[in-house]
T-cell receptor, first 114, second 114 residues
Framework: AQSVTQLGSHVSVSEGALVLLRCNYSSSVPPYLFWYVQYPNQGLQLLLKYTTGATLVKGINGFEAEFKKSETSFHLTKPSAHMSDAAEYFCAVFGDFGNEKLTFGTGTRLTIIP | DGGITQSPKYLFRKEGQNVTLSCEQNLNHDAMYWYRQDPGQGLRLIYYSQIVNDFQKGDIAEGYSVSREKKESFPLTVTSAQKNPTAFYLC?????????????FGPGTRLTVL
């Protein structure tokens, strides 16, 4: 069965510093991978997704993620953190055959230090 | 404006009462989903429906029921059989065609059972 592991339930970075949120996945077929962001008491908003093709995916708000098959990873990065990036971030994998649904990680709460 | 609406945003109920959460979309999306979110646990799938008059249990369907009488609407009933109903509930939908892996989320309903 597919699964997602997000390392670090809480990450703090200084404003202007690099943001790195880690995601590792397990899937028996080539995965489709997603990052979503959630602001307090709101729904989830799609940041970016990887399906096929270029392994470096660019998303909204200056975020990007790189699919590394050999490491089964899909880490999210942003070169320079902004205060408005403070939110919870979820990595998700789209299903194996016969299980076409999203499986989410447990989330990483990002705090930005002024 | 097209989108997914969930109402109400906050809902309070006494223990033992059934309660129905609304989810409506005007995006002409075929598939709709209900998730439950608890702190530190990510999103867990309750029910999903890929077409009108058909729905499937997700990972945590016990104590919940749904209906899909119209394409636009996918209400969730939290029954008195649900042992721990206090949570944040999110509805999502996916478009038809080639983008069926990408889910778009509503703003959520926070249910508190007193």
């Amino acid at each position: 069965a597919q699964s997602v592991t997000q390392l670090g339930s809480h990450v703090s970075v200084s404003e202007g510093a690099l943001v790195l949120l880690r995601c590792n996945y397990s899937s028996s077929v080539p995965p489709y991978l997603f990052w979503y962001v959630q602001y307090p008491n709101q729904g989830l908003q799609l940041l970016l997704k990887y399906t096929t093709g270029a392994t470096l995916v660019k998303g909204i708000n200056g975020f990007e993620a790189e699919f590394k098959k050999s490491e089964t990873s899909f880490h999210l990065t942003k070169p320079s953190a902004h205060m408005s990036d403070a939110a919870e971030y979820f990595c998700a994998v789209f299903g194996d055959f016969g299980n076409e649904k999203l499986t989410f990680g447990t989330g990483t709460r990002l705090t930005i230090i002024p | 404006d097209g989108g997914i609406t969930q109402s109400p945003k906050y809902l309070f109920r006494k223990e033992g009462q059934n309660v129905t959460l609304s989810c409506e979309q005007n995006l002409n999306h075929d598939a709709m989903y209900w998730y439950r979110q608890d702190p530190g646990q990510g999103l867990r799938l309750i029910y999903y429906s890929q077409i009108v008059n058909d729905f499937q249990k997700g990972d945590i369907a016990e104590g919940y029921s749904v209906s899909r009488e119209k394409k636009e609407s996918f209400p969730l009933t939290v029954t008195s059989a649900q042992k721990n109903p206090t949570a944040f509930y999110l509805c999502a939908s996916t478009p038809p065609g080639g983008d069926t892996d990408t889910q778009y989320f509503g703003p959520g309903t926070r249910l508190t059972v007193l």
